[in-house]
């Protein structure tokens, strides 16, 4: 089945939105994609290489509890609005899952 980017792109818009409700957000910020592998015995430093072609740093996070396994790529030093985060995401996304995982949301930190 097909990635459904209209879907995601939504679902950014509207939890920036919701994070904007909830008070001022800084207006930059390091942004932090989550990736989980489509199987569980999928090799991650292949595509933590590909993201870091593209400026993103990675660092891979070992299956804790009921959370997956879990890629976790920061582009550092984003302007926070949805419109940007989104272009950061669905690049990523599209490298992503051509190396065989799926996007699991994004946060960010003040760098």
Known sequence: MAHDFNSQRAETFSAFSDLQAEGDLPFEAD???FFVPGKADKEWMPLAEALADLGF?????EAEGDEPATLIATMPDQILSASAIWMVEEVAT???IDHG???DG????EG
């Open 101 to 103: 995982f799926q996007p």
């Open 31 to 33: 942004l932090d994609l």
């Open 94 to 96: 599209r490298v992503a």
């Open 57 to 61: 740093h990675t660092q891979w996070a």
């Open 106 to 109: 994004w946060g960010f930190a």
